[in-house]
């Protein structure tokens, strides 16, 4: 009896040496034969979002809910990869098969839209697939005004194709529930364009969405606007000042001159970076407002 | 209708004695954990994906329990031999399968409500430390009365397979019984398929076959609402009454067949 007795805590105290021994080796296997890739392959196995839905029999919206994250944190560890180059190629498949497991799946379009056409390297630049993507949302719900805004804004800030943009604005607002701000957007894209001042009205109205993804997304393309403005203001000042024959431009001697009270910082707080040679005036490498859109200055410079 | 009531009520206890309500607290560690972890991982998403995981739960805990406890009601008195005790005792056959049948939905019944209180216990939490701003980006409110649409048709899909694994298990073996009840639930989940088979297939007969199959096989299908109502689309009553209505009529008319049956079996 008392042996039958002692015999249960050994055996638990055998069991638990033998569990952190599996572990032991566990981590030692994984240290001498890393794998690599998991995501790949797994995501190869299964590509069609449609065969997935049949697999999840009723469980659809959670297997959803399963690729939605991955998606997130593929374009989060490629967005913040260090030491490589970002690739985004599962960003697309892992969306896809979220929105078929669950077409109303209304943030994996609009954010997946936003992660596709975002600019390399901080997206995989893939404007395309993003408005394949919100066409498949309207597909779903084809009275959502929000995915025709959002192919709007892909026209207008990614594509720069005004009329187009205006047209998907101008669709928005036909959508029952459309907020009232639609038809003035549109009308300010035909009417002007891609100048900074439709710019800054467009992120402006993008101000008041009740996603705070977009209000972020707005306050910060609204202070990439702000150092474009100040940027020309400064260049102008640069000009005046010619440094003396043989010198640099340098804002210290623009400060020393009195021509400015102090040296200039970006929205974001970082110094505005100015060539020595040529005086141009741009936001730093280092600053929080990068990357600026590509082509930015030249589709939001004034005409 | 008094020896179905203690037959139903005997089956209660002996799934409470069988540490049935063990899965409400794996249920509730579950949803209680996920509402913790989940905010980091989804941007947002996290009343969204509670919801379908709540429903989700409640509906594959309950399928468990349907299917696992469903085939062994009549099997597992065969095998005891205490089917003699119980047969020799002023109770009918049809008696017995009712009385099986009411305790395991009894159980059911309970475990649903429980794992559905949970469920708004949790999102009541996560929307109380929601801003009011955040909230009115959500599809659905938090606190979804329209959520007990998904959960009531679910307890009726649980029924179905209740009913399911009780008739198998009124002429065949557990094991048996289980492969033919989880079979007949995949099937029954790819009903709507068989509907549009013509679509697909050139041949009459075989269009046919399947527009066959589609009425006999129990469309499960039917009974899934969890994404409508976690995305706040309208599921009208009348789409409940009808699921609901064809559901019980199906669930009678198995119990029917597995009352006669089991009525003709020969224990000798």
């Known amino acids: 009896m008392t042996a039958s007795r002692a015999a249960g805590p050994a055996a638990i105290v055998l069991a638990l040496l033998a569990f952190g021994g599996a572990v032991t080796l566990q981590a030692a296997r994984d240290g001498q034969y890393p794998r690599g890739g998991s995501v790949t392959r797994s995501l190869l196995y299964v590509q069609s979002g449609s065969a997935l839905q049949r697999l999840a029999l009723e469980f659809d919206a959670l297997a959803s809910d399963v690729y939605w994250i991955r998606a997130i944190q593929h374009f989060g560890r490629e967005r913040l990869a260090e030491g490589r180059e970002p690739t985004y190629e599962l960003l697309y498949p892992l969306l896809d098969i979220t929105t078929s497991l669950d077409p109303y799946f209304t943030i994996a379009y609009r954010f997946g839209a936003i992660f596709l056409s975002e600019e390399y390297p901080g997206g995989p630049g893939r404007p395309d697939l993003a408005m394949k993507l919100l066409e498949k949302g309207i597909a779903a719900e084809p009275r959502k005004w929000e995915y025709y805004h959002d192919l709007g804004f892909v026209h207008y800030w990614h594509l720069r194709d005004y009329t187009a943009a205006a047209s998907w604005f101008q669709r928005a607002a036909e959508q029952p529930d459309a907020p009232n701000w639609l038809d003035p957007l549109a009308a300010a894209m035909l009417n002007a364009g891609g100048d900074r001042a439709s710019a800054r009205f467009v992120w402006t109205q993008l101000l008041q969405s009740e996603e705070a993804w977009l209000r972020r997304a707005a306050v910060w393309r609204l202070r990439q606007l702000d150092a474009l403005d100040q940027i020309d203001q400064l260049e102008q000042v640069v000009r005046r000042y010619w440094p003396p024959e043989g010198g640099r431009y340098s804002w210290e001697q623009l400060v020393r001159l009195r021509v400015l009270r102090g040296i200039p910082v970006d929205p974001a707080g970082t110094v505005y970076a100015l060539d020595p040679a040529t005086g141009e005036v741009s936001v730093a490498a280092g600053s929080a407002l990068q990357p600026m859109p590509g082509e930015a200055r030249q589709v939001l410079e004034p005409r | ?268």
């Open chain 2, 1 to 268: 209708m008094r020896a179905v009531s203690r037959i139903a009520l005997s089956v209660f206890r002996e799934s409470v004695r069988d540490r049935v309500p063990y899965n409400l607290v794996l249920f509730s560690i579950l949803l209680i954990s996920s509402s913790l972890l989940i905010g980091q991982l989804t941007a947002g998403q996290d009343v969204k994906i509670i919801k379908d995981l709540g429903l989700a739960a409640t509906s594959a805990f309950g399928l468990f329990i349907a299917i696992f406890i469903g085939i062994g009601l009549v099997s597992k008195e065969v095998e005891r031999r205490s089917i003699y005790a119980l047969l020799a005792k002023p109770i009918s056959r049809p008696q017995f399968i009712a009385g099986k049948y009411a305790g395991l939905v009894l159980t059911l019944a309970v475990n649903v409500a429980v794992m559905t209180l949970a469920l708004y216990a949790v999102l009541a939490y996560m929307t109380w430390g929601t801003p009011p701003q955040i909230r009115s980006a959500w599809d659905a409110p938090g606190i979804d009365p329209a959520l007990l649409k998904a959960v009531f048709l679910i307890f009726v899909q649980l029924m179905l397979v209740t009913a399911l694994a009780l008739f198998f298990s009124t002429f065949s073996s557990p094991i048996l019984s289980a492969s033919l009840t989880f079979g007949l639930y995949v099937v029954g989940q790819f009903n709507a398929e068989l509907r549009n088979f013509d679509g697909v297939v050139d041949s009459p007969a075989a269009a046919w076959l399947a527009r066959l199959a589609y009425r006999v096989v129990p469309d499960l299908s039917a009974f899934d609402v969890k994404m409508q109502v976690v995305h706040g689309i309208p599921v009208t009553a009348g789409y409940l009454v009808l699921t609901a209505g064809y559901g019980l009529l199906y669930i009678s008319a198995i119990l029917l067949v597995a009352t006669f049956i089991f009525s003709r079996r020969d224990f000798k």
